[in-house]
T-cell receptor, first 117, second 111 residues
Framework: GAGVSQSPSNKVTEKGKDVELRCDPI?????LYWYRQSLGQGLEFLIYFQGNSAPDKSGLPSDRFSAERTGGSVSTLTIQRTQQEDSAVYLC???????????????FGPGTRLTVL | QKEVEQNSGPLSVPEGAIASLNCTYSDRGSQSFFWYRQYSGKSPELIMSIYSNGDKEDGRFTAQLNKASQYVSLLIRDSQPSDSATYLCAGDQFGNEKLTFGTGTRLTIIP
């Protein structure tokens, strides 16, 4: 079946502009995650959605970052007033989350490469 | 702060040899562990998952978990140039599904 998809694949923006990044998880996956990966660095957790529960926003680096997930499927990560340090690859992942407390495999999308000039 | 630590490398291994990648974690409550492979410019893809102490084999890959010592390892037998990539170790956090990722080990297989 189809994997996790993300759009756009590349985004170049000017400092101070707002950007929206989109993630379509694998159909049937209830858990959705956003990560950020700077050049040569590991994965930095941003936010986690699980079903109808309140999202875990503990990884968001500032109040310029927000995310929503509509209808338990598609998610949008919004960065307001972008800064040069926001330049990174933003990765989305989804997992089945078959039961509370389980840790299923996370499947990653191809990412969105964000460049803030 | 719960951490997963890996040697960043680079680790160079001759083709055909065994590559050994190691990872330690600090959260004693972690139950599930994952090894992901990430080629340059690509997103991570799952290689192995392991949940129980001991070894788990899948083709040329063997994951090892020792919860008492809090380490996880990945062995790659008969290393191929196509195995050259960054390998990310991840462990879950007690009580939730979030994964903590290590910074990755860059592996280079030398033909």
């Amino acid at each position: 079946g189809a994997g996790v998809s993300q759009s756009p694949s590349n985004k170049v923006t000017e400092k101070g502009k707002d950007v929206e990044l989109r993630c379509d998880p694998i159909s049937g996956h209830t858990a959705l995650y956003w990560y950020r990966q700077s050049l040569g660095q590991g994965l930095e957790f941003l936010i986690y959605f699980q079903g109808n529960s309140a999202p875990d926003k503990s990884g968001l680096p500032s109040d310029r970052f927000s995310a929503e997930r509509t209808g338990g499927s598609v998610s949008t990560l919004t960065i307001q007033r972008t800064q040069q340090e926001d330049s990174a690859v933003y990765l989305c992942a989804s997992s089945l989350a078959r039961w509370v407390g389980s840790t299923d495999t996370q499947y990653f999308g191809p990412g969105t490469r964000l460049t803030v000039l | 702060q719960k951490e997963v630590e890996q040697n960043s490398g680079p680790l160079s291994v001759p083709e055909g040899a065994i590559a050994s990648l190691n990872c330690t974690y600090s959260d004693r409550g972690s139950q599930s562990f994952f090894w992901y492979r990430q080629y340059s410019g690509k997103s991570p893809e799952l290689i192995m998952s392991i949940y129980s102490n001991g070894d788990k084999e899948d083709g040329r890959f063997t994951a090892q978990l020792n919860k008492a010592s809090q380490y996880v390892s990945l062995l790659i037998r008969d290393s191929q140039p196509s195995d050259s990539a960054t390998y990310l170790c991840a462990g879950d956090q007690f009580g939730n599904e979030k994964l903590t990722f290590g910074t990755g080990t860059r592996l280079t297989i030398i033909p």
